[in-house]
């Protein structure tokens, strides 16, 4: 599915580092979604965007700043990340958040 | 919160096998995703289903709302089939609060 792409696909960064991850969506859909993914554990929801307005961010520490100035891009701001946040950071989109969701190819991070 | 798994965690069938995967679930919902993984983590939605039953193909997708129970099946596996499948709910709250997800089953076609 090429209508969700992220960027980069592969980090690498420091504790002290800060970067950014890029999500665009090109299907006209007006919800937005960051998931985390680390090794062997399930996907788990970070962020909902509805309509460029955050619904949900389940707890995720200020270390991840979320940001979607419109419908068709969100970012995931990246400051004194720890080790443990390696993981594959995917970003999804739906028409409705009740909707099919479709996903973007991943950003893998680690975390030196 | 609702607590999702999903059986069997991993499976090794030979090619043109019937394949099932099973995913329960705690709380009630208002749909039921079924996605597939391949190595490299692209994730693709195979289905979106609220009750009954879905076909794609090789592809069949029921789902039981009493008791909270969806299966998979794969017809006629093949080797491009193998991939992870993962099991994710969708909440009553019209999808504000996103997927909860299931841990996933890893599937492994041999020729």
């Known amino acids: 599915e090429t209508g969700v792409t992220q960027t980069p696909r592969h980090l690498v960064m420091g504790m002290t580092n800060k970067k950014s991850l890029k999500c665009e969506q090109h299907l006209g859909h007006n919800a937005m979604y960051w998931y985390k993914q680390s090794a062997k554990k399930p996907l788990e929801l970070m962020f909902v965007y509805n309509f460029k307005e955050q619904t949900e961010n389940n707890s995720v520490p200020s270390r991840f700043s979320p940001e979607c100035p419109n419908s068709s891009h969100l970012f995931l701001h990246l400051h004194t990340l720890q080790p443990e946040d390696s993981a594959l950071y995917l970003c999804a989109s739906s028409q409705g958040a009740a909707n099919t969701q479709y996903f973007g190819p991943g950003t893998r991070l680690t975390v030196l | 919160k609702n607590e999702v798994e999903q059986s069997p965690q991993n499976l090794t069938a030979q090619e043109g096998e019937f394949i099932t995967i099973n995913c329960s679930y705690s709380?009630?919902?208002?749909?039921l995703h079924w996605l597939q993984q391949h190595p490299g983590g692209g994730i693709v939605s195979l289905f979106m289903l609220s009750s009954g039953k879905k076909k794609h193909g090789r592809l069949i997708a029921t789902i039981n709302i009493q008791e909270k129970h969806s299966s998979l099946h794969i017809t006629a596996s093949h080797p491009r089939d193998s991939a992870v499948y993962i099991c994710?709910?969708?909440?009553?709250?019209?999808?504000?609060?996103?997927?909860?997800f299931g841990k996933g089953t890893h599937l492994i076609i041999q020729p």
């Open positions: 709380v009630g919902i208002s749909a």
């Open positions: 994710a709910v969708m909440g009553t709250g019209g999808g504000a609060d996103g997927l909860t």
